[in-house]
C-alpha cells in the first residue's frame, strides 16, 4: 500500500457468489499481469451512506430488530436523504418516462418528482418485504405502506407525513376525509388558501394536519416547493389506488481497465439528461444549486446536486491488457516496428477488434478519436451497437492508403445510454492503429459521493470478484424515434405487439422471450415488469430457459386484479458454462393483460477479472489552496484516512487503475 497527500490544487442469493471483496482469491482469477479488468469499486467515507445496491441499502438503512412502521420509516428516510423535488430526468424507458429505479435516481440522479419519489418508496418497501401500495390525488402522487393490517402515507416527494388520533402514521382515506369534512365546514376556503396558512394560521386547519412537524411557521414544506395550502387541494378528492410502477436491476459497478479512468465532480457543467440530441425536456432547477438549502439537514454535504463527471479510455494497443480487455480480437497482433499500434496479421483476412463501453453514470455526450495507416488496398470501418452487438451501425469507413486520424462525435449516438459497443475492422496487410481513445461525458448525483469534512476522514475501499453485468431495457411504445427500443433487442413475440401504452396481447394469450447471450458465464438473472392484469384470472409467468427453448422454468408471476403494479424475481440456479438463457414473459389474458415497461439483467463473470492496484486521487480546496490525495490500493479492501486541517470544497475524485 502507497499513500501520498500533498498541497496543490440485487438479492443476497444472486450477491452471494460473489463472496466478500477480502476474500480475493489471486490464484482463481489470474495473476495481475493477466487481468484485464478490475470490478465493484467502491471509495466510500463515514459520512455518507452505501446506497450503490439494494443490498447495501438495506446494509446501510435496516436493523434486524426493527418493526415494520421502522422499517417503512427508514424506507422514507432514504428516500428524503437521496433525492430532491424538481423537474425529473427522463430517459423515457417506463410508463411516464421518468426514471423510476430508486437506486439509479439516488446515484444517476438524486432528483425527480411525486411519480418518481413514490415508486422509490414502493419499491423500497417491498424489497424490505412490507406491502405497499400507489395512490393518485390531485395534482400528486403519494405512496402507502402497510403495517398492523392498515395503510400509511408516507410522502417523500414534499417531505411529510401525519400523524393520527392512534399516534400512528395516517392514511390517504384518512387524510382525504378529514381535508374534505373541514372545506365543507368552511365554504369559500379554497380561494384564501395561501394567505390563511400564514404565521400559523395552518393550524386552525383539519386537525389531522395541524400536529404535522414538517410545515414551518408559514405552512411551507422543507423543499418550499409546497405547502399547508397544496396539501389541503391534493387531498379534497377521492384518491384511487394506482401506482406509477418502477424498474429495478439497476446497481452501480464501477470498473476500470489498463488506461481508463473514471471522474466525478462535486460540480457540473450544464449539462443533464433531459438536454438533447433527441427528445429534450426542461432542465432541473437543482443544475444551479436552486432550492437545496433544506437538503443539509437530511445529511447532504454537497454544494449540490447534479455532478458531470468524465470517463476516459487510451486503449493500450499491445500486449496482453488489451486482449484481456476486448470482447473480440481476431487477426490482429502488436506491430513489432511501431511501438503502441496494432496491425494486421494476414493480409488477406479482416482483422477485428470489438470493445464493451459500459457505464454506471448515464452517457450524456462523447468522441471516439483514432490514428493509424491504411496500407495499399486497405480499409479501416468503425461501427457502433447499442443492443450489444445485435445490430452495428458504421460511424466511419477510409480506404486511402496512408496516415489516417478521425474524430467521430459519438452524443448523438449514446445519450441516455449505459452501454455501447465499438467494432474496428481492419483490412489490408500495412494497416494498422496508431491510437484510439474514447471521452465521455457523465452525469452522477453528487449525493452519493464519499465526502470529505475537517479533521480526520476514514476512507474504505474494496474491489468485488469479476462480475459484468448486460441489461435489456428499452421503450416498450411503439412510438418514441431515437429512443432505445425493446424490439431493439430482438425479442420473439407470439401474439403481443407494441402500443401507444405498452406491450399488448393480440389474442386472449401471448408471450416475449428476449435472448440472453452474455460475455462470460451467467451466475443471475434478474428480471421484472411493470404490468396490468385487471382481473384474477389476468396475469404474467416470469420464465426463463438455459437449453435454448427446450424446457421452461417459471420463477415467479405478475398476478392481478392490480391496475398497474410491479414484480421483479432472481433466479441464480444456473450451471457452470451456461453464457446464454433466455427470460421470457407469458401472459394470460381474460380481461386485460399488458406490460408497461420490463427490465432484464443477467450477471455473468468477467472472463478476464481480477484485481489489480486501483489509484484513488481526491482533490478539494483548503482556504484557497488547491490539495490532493493519492491512494494506491494493493490489495481488494483498505482503509485509510485523509486529514483536512480546514473545512474543505470538494472538487473531484477519480479512478484508475495504477501503472
Not at 439 to 447: A, F, G, I, L, P
Request: with cysteine; glycine share 10%.
Amino acid at each position: 500500500m502507497r499513500n501520498e497527500s500533498i498541497p496543490l490544487l440485487f438479492s443476497a442469493a444472486c450477491l452471494s457468489w460473489l463472496g466478500s471483496p477480502a476474500a480475493f482469491d489471486e490464484k482463481a482469477t489470474g495473476s495481475r499481469k493477466e487481468v484485464g479488468i478490475v470490478s465493484n469499486i467502491k471509495i466510500l467515507s463515514e459520512y455518507v451512506d452505501d446506497v450503490s445496491d439494494v443490498e447495501a441499502w438495506k446494509a446501510s438503512f435496516l436493523k434486524p430488530d426493527m418493526t415494520d412502521r421502522e422499517k417503512a420509516v427508514a424506507v422514507w428516510n432514504s428516500v428524503v436523504q437521496f433525492r430532491h423535488q424538481d423537474v425529473p430526468p427522463k430517459e423515457f424507458l417506463h410508463e411516464d418516462l421518468c426514471v423510476h429505479d430508486p437506486i439509479k435516481t439516488f446515484n444517476v440522479y438524486g432528483y425527480g418528482q411525486c411519480c418518481c419519489s413514490a415508486s422509490n418508496v414502493e419499491a423500497l418497501a417491498r424489497a424490505a418485504g412490507l406491502n405497499a401500495r400507489g395512490r393518485e390525488l390531485r395534482g400528486h402522487t403519494v405512496p402507502e405502506v402497510e403495517w398492523k393490517q392498515d395503510w400509511h402515507m408516507l410522502d417523500a416527494s414534499l417531505i411529510s407525513y401525519f400523524i393520527d388520533a392512534r399516534g400512528d402514521v395516517a392514511s390517504v382515506n384518512e387524510i382525504a376525509k378529514e381535508v374534505r369534512t373541514w372545506l365543507a365546514a368552511n365554504p369559500g376556503m379554497r380561494a384564501k388558501l395561501a394567505s390563511f396558512m400564514a404565521n400559523d394560521g395552518w393550524k386552525k386547519g383539519p386537525p389531522l394536519l395541524a400536529t404535522c412537524r414538517f410545515y414551518d411557521r408559514n405552512g411551507r414544506l422543507p423543499a418550499l416547493s409546497h405547502g399547508w395550502h397544496s396539501t389541503i387541494s391534493e387531498y379534497s378528492g377521492y384518491p384511487p389506488v394506482r401506482e406509477q410502477g418502477y424498474s429495478m436491476g439497476y446497481r452501480v459497478n464501477l470498473q476500470l481497465r489498463h488506461g481508463e479512468s473514471l471522474t466525478r465532480n462535486w460540480s457540473n457543467k450544464g449539462l443533464h439528461v433531459n438536454s438533447g440530441p433527441g427528445v429534450k425536456g426542461p432542465a432541473p432547477l437543482c443544475l444551479k444549486g436552486s432550492f437545496l438549502d433544506y437538503t443539509h439537514k437530511f445529511g447532504d454535504l454537497a454544494r449540490g446536486r447534479i455532478g458531470n463527471g468524465s470517463r476516459v479510455w487510451d486503449v493500450p494497443l499491445k500486449g496482453h491488457s488489451l486482449k484481456r480487455a476486448d470482447l473480440r480480437c481476431e487477426n490482429l497482433l502488436a506491430d513489432t516496428r511501431r511501438q503502441g499500434a496494432l496491425c494486421v496479421d494476414d493480409g488477406g483476412m479482416a482483422g477485428i477488434l470489438e470493445l464493451r463501453m459500459p457505464t454506471s453514470y448515464v452517457y450524456l455526450g462523447g468522441k471516439l478519436t483514432v490514428s493509424g495507416s491504411i496500407g495499399e488496398g486497405g480499409m479501416v470501418r468503425v461501427s457502433f451497437s447499442r443492443n450489444h452487438g445485435l445490430d452495428w451501425k458504421e460511424v466511419f469507413s477510409g480506404s486511402a492508403g496512408g496516415p489516417f486520424s478521425m474524430t467521430v462525435d459519438l452524443g448523438p449516438l449514446i445519450h441516455r445510454l449505459y452501454d455501447y459497443r465499438l467494432r474496428f475492422e481492419l483490412k489490408g496487410t500495412g494497416t494498422r492503429l496508431h491510437s484510439l481513445r474514447t471521452e465521455h461525458d457523465v452525469q452522477h448525483s453528487q449525493r452519493v459521493l464519499p465526502v470529505l469534512t475537517q479533521g480526520d476522514n476514514t476512507i474504505r475501499f474494496s474491489a468485488g470478484l469479476p462480475q459484468g453485468t448486460l441489461t435489456i431495457e428499452g421503450n416498450a411504445r411503439s412510438n418514441y424515434p431515437n429512443i432505445l427500443n425493446l424490439r431493439e433487442f430482438h425479442p420473439q413475440m407470439d401474439r403481443i405487439a407494441s402500443s401507444q401504452a405498452g406491450l399488448q396481447m393480440t389474442t386472449g394469450n401471448g408471450s416475449i422471450t428476449f435472448p440472453v447471450d452474455a460475455p462470460g458465464d451467467i451466475k443471475c438473472l434478474r428480471f421484472g415488469c411493470h404490468y396490468r392484469a385487471r382481473s384474477p384470472k389476468d396475469g404474467w409467468n416470469l420464465d426463463v430457459s438455459l437449453d435454448d427453448g427446450q424446457s421452461w422454468l417459471t420463477v415467479g408471476r405478475a398476478t392481478g386484479p392490480v391496475v398497474g403494479s410491479c414484480k421483479f424475481v432472481s433466479f441464480d440456479e444456473i450451471p457452470a458454462g451456461i453464457g446464454k438463457a433466455l427470460v421470457r414473459f407469458t401472459g394470460r389474458q381474460n380481461n386485460t393483460a399488458m406490460i408497461f415497461s420490463l427490465r432484464v439483467d443477467a450477471d455473468y463473470i468477467e472472463p478476464n477479472g481480477g484485481f489489480h492496484p486501483v489509484k484513488t486521487t481526491y482533490s478539494w480546496e483548503e482556504n484557497g489552496r488547491e490539495m490532493h490525495h493519492v491512494h494506491i490500493a494493493e490489495s481488494p479492501r483498505e482503509t485509510y484516512v485523509i486529514h483536512c486541517k480546514a473545512k474543505p470544497i470538494m472538487r473531484s475524485l477519480t479512478v484508475e487503475l495504477s501503472d
